[in-house]
């Protein structure tokens, strides 16, 4: 079962601009983490945020957390050409004792130059 | 370097073949995961294994079977009883085991895109 759901489905921006994407999930979570995936690739983590953290920053990236609505969002400014992948919303919830990380579908960004 | 390395890239099946796919980490991880990866669909858990010779089916294991006789690998076979193994394969690790306290992020391979003959 997928636990995380990210929206919108796709995005298409162009360079500059900054882009939003958005993770809602159903269950308590212990942490909530992005992932970007290149065509083709592997996942490449970007940033955990643990449940008791509302805000985090890495570089062009911002996410904040809202347990209160199970939401979370993934805010890339400046947008380049190369941000251009999939990005993916996991959370660790609980599953049968353990925690395990549970994906969404994904949302696909486009950034044109 | 460390990481996870998988392997082949691309697969073909044959009717009524197992396949093996491969996964080897030298990230000294505990916790190995494997998904699935359709269009629009997400990733899928298969199997995880928490610590070697321990394994735990995940949402879809029908048709799959792993094994985790040491720490760095943890191969996938995906069985004839599969009837729809057309996917991209990925391989994870994290460095501890699963539990409330555990806060790290997974480690993914490059995948294994499998295709039927």
């Known amino acids: 079962s997928q636990q995380g759901e990210e929206d919108p489905q796709a995005l298409s921006i162009q360079e500059g601009e900054n882009a939003t994407m958005n993770c809602s999930y159903k269950?308590?979570?212990?942490?909530l983490q992005w992932y970007r995936q290149n065509s083709g690739r592997g996942l490449v983590h970007l940033i955990l945020?643990?449940?008791?953290?509302r805000e985090k920053h890495s570089g062009r990236l911002r996410v904040t957390l809202d347990t209160s609505k199970k939401s979370s969002s993934l805010l890339i400014t400046a947008s380049r050409a190369a941000d251009t992948a999939s990005y993916f919303c996991?959370?660790?919830?609980?599953?049968?004792?353990?925690?395990?990380?549970?994906f969404g579908r994904g949302t696909s960004l486009i950034v044109h130059p | 370097d460390g990481g996870i390395t998988q392997s082949p890239k691309y697969l073909f099946r044959k009717e009524g073949q197992n396949v093996t796919l491969s996964c080897e980490q030298n990230l000294n991880h505990d916790a190995m995961y494997w998904y699935r990866q359709d269009p629009g669909q997400g990733l899928r858990l298969i199997y995880y294994s928490q610590i070697v010779n321990d394994f735990q089916k995940g949402d879809i294991a029908e048709g799959y079977s792993v094994s985790r006789e040491k720490k760095e690998s943890f191969p996938l076979t995906v069985t004839s009883a599969q009837k729809n193994p057309t996917a991209f394969y990925l391989c994870?690790?994290?460095?501890?085991?699963?539990?409330?306290?555990?806060?790290?992020?997974?480690?993914f391979g490059d995948g294994t895109r499998l295709s039927i003959l």
């Open positions: 945020i643990r449940s008791n953290e």
């Open positions: 269950t308590s979570i212990n942490n």
């Open positions: 996991a959370t660790d919830s609980p599953t049968g004792g353990s925690y395990i990380p549970t």
């Open positions: 994870a690790s994290k460095a501890d085991r699963d539990s409330v306290y555990s806060n790290q992020p997974q480690h």
